[in-house]
């Protein structure tokens, strides 16, 4: 078994693939409670905000939100969970990126575009990168999140899988 190795060709993880964000650090353009922006990765997916499992950011442009993988992974699929209490459109247009450093130029993974479904799912096809963004630029705004998971192999891993 090749556990961050991607089954499904939808890029669901499988229930054997490995959630990498959960070990990462995390790194908000701003944060109301101190810590808060850990509440992301900690495995609680629930919604609604007065629960207190998800994050949100000050009003401000552009309001981000930055997850370290720790080392460079190839990501198949990030998965973002919304407010889904209310102002779900606050996520709306909300890019997805991955880089290499923090330096470094970030590839767009994809943008928000239906927040129909608090659970949103992204299909990265293997992009490279350490670094995960969430940002929300062009317009001044709060980035809530409720929980991200990542899903991906490192690029150090050598296992050859059958």
Excluded: H
Excluded at 80 to 92: K, P, Q, Y
Aim: proline share 4%; charged share 25%; aromatic share 6%.
């Amino acid at each position: 078994m090749c556990v961050g190795i991607m089954a499904d060709p939808s890029c669901s993880p499988g229930p054997d693939d490995e959630n990498i964000a959960r070990n990462g650090d995390v790194y908000p353009s701003s944060e109301n409670i101190e810590g808060a922006a850990r509440k992301v990765i900690d495995g609680n997916k629930d919604t609604d905000y007065r629960s207190g499992s998800c994050f949100e950011t000050s009003y401000e442009k552009p309001a981000w939100w930055v997850l370290d993988l720790k080392e460079s992974y190839k990501i198949d699929t990030i998965i973002v969970v919304n407010r889904g209490d209310c102002c779900a459109e606050r996520l709306m247009g909300a890019e997805v990126r991955v880089a290499e450093s923090l330096l470094s130029t970030s590839t767009r993974c994809g943008t928000i575009t239906d927040v129909r479904s608090p659970q949103i799912t992204l299909c990265c096809d293997g992009m490279v990168g350490r670094y995960i963004t969430i940002i929300i630029t062009g317009r001044k705004e709060n980035l809530t999140l409720c929980e991200v998971e990542v899903y991906g192999v490192s690029v150090n891993d050598r296992t050859v899988c059958e």
